[in-house]
T-cell receptor, first 113, second 114 residues
Framework: DTGVSQDPRHKITKRGQNVTFRCDPISEHNRLYWYRQTLGQGPEFLTYFQNEAQLEKSRLLSDRFSAERPKGSFSTLEIQRTEQGDSAMYLC???????????FGSGTQLSVL | QKEVEQNSGPLSVPEGAIASLNCTYSDRGSQSFFWYRQYSGKSPELIMSIYSNGDKEDGRFTAQLNKASQYVSLLIRDSQPSDSATYLCAVENAGGTSYGKLTFGQGTILTVHP
C-alpha cells in the first residue's frame, strides 16, 4: 500500500492555458474523488468515480473541467482555459467500495498567473 | 448559512490541556461525521469517524455527536505540540451513490504551546 499518488505536486501556468493532473489511487480502491481546496477553506467536492463510471459531479464544476478514469485505475483532471480563480490545491482521494473513509493524496498545487 | 460551520480560531492551548473543537451542520439528514487533521502544506488525514449519538473514544481523541442539536465536537486530551494543525469537520449526507461526498467546514487552527 503506497498511498494515493498525485502528479505533479506543483503546477504554474499562464491564464488561458490547459492543465492536466494525474491521480493514482490506492490499489483495490474502487472509489476515487477529486476535491479542491483554497487557502483557509476546507476541501470542496468536485467529482467522483466508482471504477470507471463518473457517478457525481458538483454543480460548481464548470464545463472547463473534465475528469476521466479509464479502466477504473488512475484518473486525470483537466482544466481548460485556466483562470486565476482556478488557483487552488487539487486533492485526490480514494476509498474502498462501501467504506466512507477517504484517503487523500498530497495534492497538486495550481497557480494561474 | 454554511452547511458545515467551524470556528476558524486560532485556538491556543497549553501542552497537557484539553483542546475542544466544535462543529455544527445544517442538513438534518446527515448520517456520517468525520474529523480530519491537516498539517500545514499537507493533505487531510482522517483521525475520527462517528455515526451515532454519543461519545466515541480513540486514544487521546473523543468525538461527540448530538444529532438533535446538529453538533459534532472533538476533544483532544493531554494536548501535545505535535497536535498543532488545522482540524476539519466533515459531514456525509446520505448513503448510496453519495458515499464519500463530504462537505467540509473551513477548519479550526489549533496551536498547542509548550
Amino acid at each position: 500500500d503506497t498511498g494515493v499518488s498525485q502528479d505533479p505536486r506543483h503546477k504554474i501556468t499562464k491564464r488561458g492555458q490547459n492543465v492536466t493532473f494525474r491521480c493514482d489511487p490506492i490499489s483495490e480502491h474502487n472509489r476515487l474523488y477529486w476535491y479542491r481546496q483554497t487557502l483557509g477553506q476546507g476541501p470542496e467536492f468536485l467529482t467522483y468515480f466508482q471504477n470507471e463510471a463518473q457517478l457525481e459531479k458538483s454543480r460548481l464544476l464548470s464545463d472547463r473541467f473534465s475528469a476521466e478514469r479509464p479502466k477504473g485505475s488512475f484518473s486525470t483532471l483537466e482544466i481548460q482555459r485556466t483562470e486565476q480563480g482556478d488557483s487552488a490545491m487539487y486533492l485526490c482521494a480514494s476509498s474502498p467500495s462501501l467504506d466512507e473513509k477517504l484517503f487523500f493524496g498530497s495534492g497538486t498545487q495550481l497557480s494561474v498567473l | 448559512q454554511k452547511e458545515v460551520e467551524q470556528n476558524s480560531g486560532p485556538l491556543s492551548v497549553p501542552e497537557g490541556a484539553i483542546a475542544s473543537l466544535n462543529c455544527t451542520y445544517s442538513d438534518r439528514g446527515s448520517q456520517s461525521f468525520f474529523w480530519y487533521r491537516q498539517y500545514s502544506g499537507k493533505s487531510p488525514e482522517l483521525i475520527m469517524s462517528i455515526y451515532s449519538n454519543g461519545d466515541k473514544e480513540d486514544g487521546r481523541f473523543t468525538a461527540q455527536l448530538n444529532k438533535a442539536s446538529q453538533y459534532v465536537s472533538l476533544l483532544i486530551r493531554d494536548s501535545q505540540p505535535s497536535d498543532s494543525a488545522t482540524y476539519l469537520c466533515a459531514v456525509e449526507n446520505a448513503g448510496g451513490t453519495s458515499y464519500g461526498k463530504l462537505t467540509f467546514g473551513q477548519g479550526t487552527i489549533l496551536t498547542v504551546h509548550p
